[in-house]
């Protein structure tokens, strides 16, 4: 079987390709820039003959210190297939973070192999593949992590900011990507309230930009005071997950996570609301994906933070698909 997932986090697909950690092969692809599918990036750009994303993925990695060289950089577009070593490689779109991306292997002897990524709304933002070997991801791999208010989500977050937002400023915490993605969503949902922005986020908010993400109104805190936003205490400033045990009372903070599947907006404090904001599918979607696909056989991955071997069972039981957990 020319698929395997490793300890270290690696993707193996066909027999040239790694992807989302560090293997002893030619080509290195990245889904995305996430921490934990960028492992060993660096032994990869040195280690590999090209690394292979889509251009907003490799911008974002360059602006997170990734000194990736021209002649190792390979952008790809979505559904551009390449020849390479007697194999074929395309990405398809995965509604993840902006840029990321599902990868799909054609072998010499014609198997088709796919790895999905993180990604979320299968069918609607993520399109379903049929290889005949699907690696899928499995952060949610187990019934309980389901969201039956998930569509409701996103007009409930817009309806707590906006009327926060007659009360005092707002700040909104979250990892790369999801960040960028709610600021394109709050948009989308009528708020016009300045976003303020600083240091890493800025960097990757005008990437995102600058590769087609619709999001206006950013400022710079040194702009937002010059402009005397603070002053009018009506703005959204958005701040990495890990700032949240720094927050202050006198603003209303709003933390994204995934890990809220009993109500979409839960209160942590007084001036604190958890928000169940996820860029990953839940139970019900990987096995709606799954379901879908016309996938012969269908590996489970175990190699990052999730429920591999729970969603493998589930699998096999629900569908009654072939279906197995690596690494395992």
């Known amino acids: ?22 293997w002893k092969r030619a080509f290195r692809v990245v889904t995305h820039f996430h921490s934990d599918h960028i ?41 551009v297939t390449i020849n390479i070593e007697s194999e074929k490689l395309t990405l398809h779109p995965s509604d993840h973070v902006f840029g990321s991306a599902q990868v799909e292997v054609t072998t010499l002897n014609g198997e088709t192999i796919a790895y999905t990524g993180d990604f979320k709304n299968p069918g609607k933002g993520t399109p379903i593949l049929d290889p005949d070997i699907l690696i899928i991801e499995s952060t949610y791999g187990k019934p309980e992590f389901t969201r039956k208010f998930k569509d409701e989500v996103e007009q409930l977050t817009a309806d707590y900011i906006n009327e926060a937002l007659t009360k005092l400023p707002v700040r909104i915490y979250g ?4 960040i960028q993605e709610i600021m394109k969503r709050l948009r989308e949902h009528g708020i016009i309230a300045p976003f303020v922005v600083d240091g890493k986020i800025m960097e990757i908010t005008q990437v995102a930009i600058s590769n087609g993400m619709r999001i206006d109104d950013v400022f710079s805190v040194e702009q937002a005071k010059e402009q005397g936003i603070i002053k009018d205490n009506w703005y ?26 009993e109500t979409p907006i839960r209160r942590i404090d007084k001036s604190s609301y958890g928000i169940a904001f996820s860029d990953h599918a ?31 069972k589930y699998i096999n039981l629900l569908l009654k698909r072939r279906s197995i957990s690596l690494p395992d």
């Open 1 to 22: 079987m020319r698929a395997s997932v490793e300890r270290n986090g690696a993707i193996l697909l066909g027999e040239n390709f790694t992807v989302d950690g560090h």
């Open 282 to 312: 839940d139970f019900e979607d990987l096995i709606y994906y799954v379901d879908n696909s016309k996938a012969r056989f269908v590996i489970t991955e175990g190699g990052r933070r999730g429920y591999s071997r729970e969603l493998a």
């Open 39 to 79: 492992i060993q990036l660096n032994r990869s750009v040195t280690e590999c003959s090209w690394i292979i994303a889509t251009k907003p993925t490799l911008d974002v990695l360059n602006t997170l210190g990734y000194t990736i060289p021209k002649n190792k950089r390979l952008e790809l577009g979505y559904n």
């Open 236 to 261: 959204i400033e958005f701040l990495h997950f890990n700032q949240f045990k720094k927050r202050i009372s006198k603003f209303t903070n709003f933390l994204l996570s995934g890990w809220e599947f």
């Open 175 to 178: 990892y790369h990507g999801k």
